[in-house]
């Protein structure tokens, strides 16, 4: 819910979306820096299971909406990512990204030596992963879990069937 991303959806569109996934899915809502009141007209609208802040949001204004959530960081060389996070523990989650000027799906992937070898939240890993280095970005963090945007896609925010089944291949692969 992010109108400058090539990847933004209306509300509308996403509730369209919502209503046509097989039953178990579950949904997660994206925003970077959006104000509480349009945060709480998506969770009106499109339910949610968990909520993902990819912006400059404080701790409390994420905790504030009653619903799980992702915290994002743009990992970068001098930055204390276990102080920057700790005020984040109560996130369900924290997603590691490349920083950029740009916020997510630009596909540029950071020095994943910075990752916290244990972290106190699992991790989810992101920032420029494609087919071509997703094992070995696992394999180097051992996260929880992996993101993908541009990695898997044809044209910005254009997914590609066949980038999407290599990338999961090689997640596969690595994940043994």
């Known amino acids: 819910f992010y109108p400058p991303s090539p990847r933004y959806l209306s509300t509308e569109r996403a509730v369209e979306i919502r209503d046509a996934l097989p039953p178990f899915l579950q949904t997660v809502a994206l925003f970077v820096n959006a104000d509480a009141a349009q945060v709480a007209q998506v969770i009106g609208r499109v339910h ?34 276990r102080a920057y996070l700790q005020p984040y523990a109560r996130a369900a ?10 916020y997510g799906g630009v596909g540029e992937s950071f020095d994943w030596s910075l990752a916290p070898s244990e972290p106190a939240r699992p991790l989810i890993l992101s920032g420029g992963l494609d087919r071509g280095n997703v094992a070995r970005a696992i394999r180097a963090v051992r996260p929880w879990g992996v993101d993908v945007s ?17 990338f999961i291949a090689e997640v596969r692969h690595a994940d043994v």
Do not use: N, T, Y
Not at 60 to 75: D, I, M, S, T, Y
């Open 48 to 81: 949610p299971a968990m909520l993902q802040f990819h912006g400059d949001e404080a701790p409390e204004f994420c905790a504030q909406f009653g619903l799980p959530f992702v915290k994002a960081c743009r990992v970068r060389p001098g930055v204390d990512l």
């Open 93 to 102: 989650a924290w997603l590691l990204d490349s920083h950029v000027p740009e």
């Open 150 to 166: 541009s990695g898997v896609e044809s044209a910005k925010g254009i997914k590609d069937a066949a980038k999407m089944a290599a």
